[in-house]
């Protein structure tokens, strides 16, 4: 891999050479912040942990500048802060198991600009050298703009690689936004109970942000709760902690579909859904 940004960092816990420590990877996170991948891909972590033929890789895909930052941070600059930001997010790839953690480093302001294809050219070369199974991405509806732009830049880059090529699943997450609004048949549920302990250190781990000032690892806890508690109104609990998930894979099997199109028609059957139950009693 040729990477583009001078400041990216490369981080494979156990040692294993980088081609292996890629290759070996079947599921893959690329989220825009540190922290977003362990909020939003725990079920990729949590299902290759402890496997050996199953193998997470997370790829942050801007440098952390800009983050909010009170209390034991509050007098840190952001050079600081970055450094901090890209050291959590390597303790959370030792404690997840991870086959390798890539930091792209990217200021958001180059994601956001569609003719840089520098983002896009990284995070092809990426896929290239892991082909993953399974993909875990921002959702088209999140309200982050940076999580928006990265996620264009990720469909443009699987869209590079020839079809055969292309993951088997790839998945858009919660957030900066909660999916629970889908209808119940546009939804893909991660069940992301299992090793509830490690959950919580992962999302321990980013003191700078929490203890900074944004209390991330209580409330992905209570959405992924709430998730799996208000699903079915008439069956008991089948798993207490859920992700909601959008499944972007017609995206990378039709080239021509656009994502405003596709998040747009998610939002056309919530509006049907919403006419007809109210128009069922009215
Ligand atoms: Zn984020």
Known sequence: MNLSRTDHDVFVPDGESLPEALARTTHLCIGAH???????????????????????TGVVVTDGGGSVRCGPYAERTNEEMMAIRQHEQRKAAVIGEYACQIQLGYPSRIIKDAKDESTTEDLYQILLATCPETVYLHNPTDKHDTHVATLLR???????????????????????????WLCDADKVAMDVEPHRNLRAALSGVFDSQIA????YDL?????????????????????????????????????TLTLEAYALSYIERFQEEVQARIQRFA
């Not at 900074?212 to 209390?215: C, Q």
């Not at 806890?221 to 909601?244: I, K, M, P, Y």
């Open 34 to 56: 540190q922290d977003d991948q362990e909020f939003m891909a725990y079920h990729g972590i949590a299902v290759c942990f402890g496997q050996s033929d199953r193998w997470f």
């Open 154 to 180: 990720c469909i443009a880059a699987v869209r590079k690689l020839p079809q055969d090529a292309r993951p088997k699943l790839v998945v858009g997450c919660e957030v900066w936004r909660s999916l629970d």
């Open 212 to 215: 900074g000032g944004k209390s």
């Open 219 to 255: 409330a992905v806890t209570g959405r992924q709760a709430a998730n799996a508690t208000f699903f079915e109104s008439h069956a008991v609990d089948a798993s207490l902690a859920l992700s909601w998930c959008m499944d972007l894979t017609s995206l990378i099997v039709d080239d």
